[in-house]
Structure formats: C-alpha cells, structure tokens
C-alpha cells in the first residue's frame, strides 16, 4: 500500500549532524512514512552512524540507495524522488533537524486543504542565536509564481515544503545534475509554476543548521558563479519554452545582477571578481542605484578593472560585517 508521505534525505559527509537528523525524522508523531536516504558517496562515516539509528527505530520503513560516487545535491534528489512511492514528498537536509510534529499537522493541512503544496517557517540555527524566518503565501497561484521568482518574500528551500508527489511527473520539475548552488530554487519555481494550490502554515516546523561551515552555500567559490551561470540559463529557456519570458522580464533581469552582486560582494577571491566582471554586463546599468554603497562601489570599481579597489571595498564590508 503506497505511504502517505516519503521523507527524502541526501547524504554526504554529515557525520556530526546525521544522528540528530535521523533521530527527529523517526520519531515523527506520524506514522505512515517511507523513508529513502541517498549515499551519494560519503566517505566520514556518516552511513554507518545513520543504520545504527536506523536500528533504534525497526517498525520505520526505510531504504538506503547508494550512489558509486559523489554526485551531487541535485542528483540525490532525483534518486531520492525515483525511489519514492508515498502521496507526497517532504525534502528533510541531513544536517538538519525538523520538529517532531512537522509531518503530521503539514500532512493533515495539505489533506483538508487539498493543496498541493504546504509551506511553513525556518528556524535558522547559529552557534550562538537563532533567527526566525517566514515564508509567504499569497492567495493566488500567479502571485505565487511571481514572488518565487522575484526571490525575496518566499523562501526558495525545498525543505519547508510538503509537495504532492504528482508534481514531479512534469518533465520540468528535475533537478540538474552539476546545479548544487541554487538546485532549491531551479526546482521550487517549477514547483511553483504547476502547482494549483499552496498554503501555509504559520509555525517553523524546519531546523536549518548555519553552523556547518562546509555546505556549500558559506563558501563562495568558482562554481557559484558556474552555477549562477547554468540557474539563469536554464529559468530563460523554461520561461521562453513557457512563452511567459517577456511578461517576467524585468524581474528576471533584476534578479540576475542581484545574483551576481551577491556573488561579487561575498567571494574571496579578487581573481573571481576579475574572471566574471563580464558577467550580465549588458543590463547591469539598469539597475545599479538600487544597489547599496558598498555594491555600487565594488561594481563600479570591477567594471573599470580597478580589482584591487574592488579587493579593498570588499575586505572593508567583510571587517563591518564581522563587528559586534
């Protein structure tokens, strides 16, 4: 008999985290739950630490898919949905941890609702405070659509959300293999696009760890900006294939030098501001006052290939940033 809901978990190299994840998701007040866990080719122990816990909870139906080698967020989830069989889906993190209720009342709401989609709110884990983060929902399916794509009001994390299962039969709703930064996004507003009925939850119900210096969203490198480079390709073709590109225009231009600014103004590296100064040159000027101080000046001082300015502006928001 097909479960009610499948939580979906990838892993790779979570082995200080995965017993806290894997303990709050089996002692889920509700109970009819298939779990799938992906190995996509973790080598710190994080499996091993994983079926000992497993073994805590033997009524759990769980299966572990192993991939041969590390291939990705994106790649995992898409193992993860091939092997789900429940009504719906719930993306858990592994270096997360939900409450213990989360499944049960998001379930009963998409059932009494008949939505197909439930969201609710984030608790953001830091080493020393916590932060409580929203997520929108608006009354009709274009606005929502319209604010995943802007960016700002919705939170873009698969992991907030309970989605019918019957979404992923659109060819469009796939993650892409080598998309690891912005893989949520690529995704949610497909999500977004095909859903008929979203609703929300006012509670956080999702736990997401800021601590784990080694996701790849705390460190800003080369394949950020690889990864920006495939998101926006792939959104135009999906928007034009759509015949709706130029009803979203000036939102997806907007956002694409958002992007980028934010990439510009957080990496490290003065090499990657120089690599990439080209990067959505043609309609970066359109929008330049509605960046702040310190984005203008970095912006400015790359498009004139003063790096080292640039370089300084940078270190200069870094040292601000870091003060109490």
């Avoid at 041969?68 to 069989?85: D, F, H, L, M, P």
């Avoid at 709401?109 to 405070?129: L, M, N, R, S, Y």
């Avoid at 932060?131 to 608006?138: G, I, L, N, Q």
Wanted: proline share 1%.
């Amino acid at each position: 008999m097909m479960p009610k809901v499948s939580i979906l978990v990838p892993v790779y190299n979570v082995s200080k985290y995965i017993e806290r994840c894997a303990h709050s998701l089996f002692q889920q007040t509700f109970k009819d739950i298939e779990y799938v866990f992906v190995n996509d080719g973790t080598q710190d122990g994080s499996i091993e630490k994983l079926q000992k816990v497993i073994e805590l909870y033997p009524d759990r139906k769980t299966k572990i898919i192993h991939h041969e080698k590390n291939r990705g967020s994106g790649t995992s989830r898409n193992t993860c949905i091939e092997n789900a069989t429940g009504k719906y889906i719930q993306f858990i993190d592994s270096d997360d941890w939900i409450e213990l209720d989360m499944i049960e009342t998001m379930y009963n709401k998409a059932e009494t609702e008949q939505a197909d989609i439930v969201v609710c709110d984030f608790i953001f884990e830091g080493i020393t405070q916590k932060e409580y983060r929203t997520d929108e929902v608006a009354n009709s399916k274009e606005e929502n659509f319209r604010n995943m794509l802007i960016g700002k009001v919705c939170q873009e994390s698969l992991c907030n959300k309970l989605i019918n299962r019957k979404l992923f039969s659109f060819k469009d709703c796939v993650s892409i293999e080598g998309l690891n930064y912005m893989e949520d996004r690529h995704l949610t507003i497909r999500l977004y696009f095909y859903a008929d009925k979203i609703v929300k939850i006012d509670r956080a119900f999702y736990h997401y760890d800021k601590t784990n210096e080694k996701s790849i969203t705390n460190n800003k490198v080369k394949i950020h900006f690889e990864n920006l480079i495939l998101f926006w390709d792939l959104l135009d073709d999906f928007l034009k294939e759509k015949n709706i590109y130029a009803k979203y225009s000036d939102i997806i231009e907007q956002s694409k030098v958002e992007n980028k600014i934010g990439l510009i103004t957080q990496t490290h590296s003065c090499r990657l501001r120089k690599q990439y100064a080209w990067l959505f040159r043609d309609i970066e000027m359109k929008y330049f006052n509605r960046f702040r101080l310190g984005e203008k000046l970095i912006l400015f001082f790359t498009h004139y290939r003063m790096y080292l300015l640039a370089d300084v502006v940078h270190k200069l928001l870094v040292f601000k940033n870091k003060k109490p």
